[in-house]
């Protein structure tokens, strides 16, 4: 469940090809990537947020479908962006 993550309503959401997020986005103007739990953990991470993505709503996120670190948003204001994500850092070995 994907609770509080946004304040209007949730209009895409997108897999990335490895599978490792989740990318919603919505009335909110938002677009948030969420990062897959690991086995251990059923906490669904924020891995980074842009508010105020699009001018107005955000109605479309998709990941490229050969590279995880690069998505696409289409808004209401008739902007399509491409934007680069950050790698995921690494998480500590125990």
Known sequence: VLEGRHER???SIDWSP???RLASCG???????????S???SEWAVESTVSAA??????????NPV???VMASA????????????????T???
């Open 9 to 11: 309503t949730i209009f």
């Open 18 to 20: 490895d599978g490792d």
């Open 27 to 37: 009335g909110d103007d938002k677009i948030v990537i969420h990062a897959v739990p």
């Open 39 to 41: 086995d251990d953990d």
């Open 54 to 63: 699009h001018d107005s709503d955000v109605n479309c996120v998709r990941f």
């Open 67 to 69: 590279d995880p670190l």
């Open 75 to 90: 808004g209401d204001d008739g902007m399509v962006k491409v934007w680069a994500l950050p790698k995921p850092s690494p």
């Open 92 to 94: 500590a070995a125990t």
